[in-house]
């Protein structure tokens, strides 16, 4: 399959990223343009998921399983999947964790280009990349999360986030922050069947949930993740272009 081009806009906003971030006044004008963009792009993307989701499940499930890679479905798609029997109407991506030791970013990654993904964009951090995001050919954008475990526990990983705050100073304009969430380990998992697709989801699902969003089971609209408990780690996480991040050790 061909991979997804970005569309005009996403390109547009790409570029005025670039320009604006680095400067102080730019720091401010970037989030309004930011915002624009979603008002335009989020509804789009929450459509495609609907429509074309089902479709983009049973691919990705399909590359996980014949590579043998320890994955499973997690954050909204899992809450979507678990819950609602579904994507949730306010969801625009799928998420997905890969264990620790399955599989290094670089060939996950290698993998997901080979295989006609598009790529959008990765984030290293002192030497490890924890996250990034593809798309399908549908233009669905895969969020790819390398958590690890906490240190000094077996029970709890350190689930990955970059974020970029408007009024705080950052050293160039790839450099985010880094959280990290206090979310509970898959004991094992399972395979569920959802829109007619196989998907994979952590077998002590109550625990994971609540771990990840509290009082899972009814729904709040006004729950944002980084307002949860979490830590902000030293330094800066930096965004990596493709060859970097395919070349990463």
Known sequence: ??????????????????????????????????RMYRFYAIPKKRKRLQKYGPEALGRLHKLMVDNNVEYYFDAGTLLGFVRDKCFMPHDDDMDIAIMEGSITPPKLLKLFIDN??????SFDYEGRILMFTVTDVTGITIDVFFQ????????????????????RTYPSPIANTVISYPYLKPTGFKTIEIFGQKAVIPENIDEVLESEFGDWRNP??????????????????????????????
């Open 1 to 34: 399959m061909k991979p997804y081009k970005p569309t005009f806009m996403e390109r547009a906003k790409e570029v005025a990223k670039k320009i604006l971030k680095p400067f102080a006044l730019g720091r401010w004008v970037y989030p309004v343009i930011q």
């Open 116 to 121: 006609g993904y598009g790529y959008v964009h």
């Open 148 to 167: 690890t475990l906490r240190e000094g526990s077996d029970t709890v990983f350190d689930a990955w986030g970059l974020y970029w705050f408007a009024d």
């Open 220 to 249: 709040d609209p006004n729950f944002v993740h980084v307002d949860t408990e979490h830590t902000e780690w030293p330094g800066f996480g930096y965004k990596l272009t493709l060859e970097d991040a395919l070349n990463h050790k």
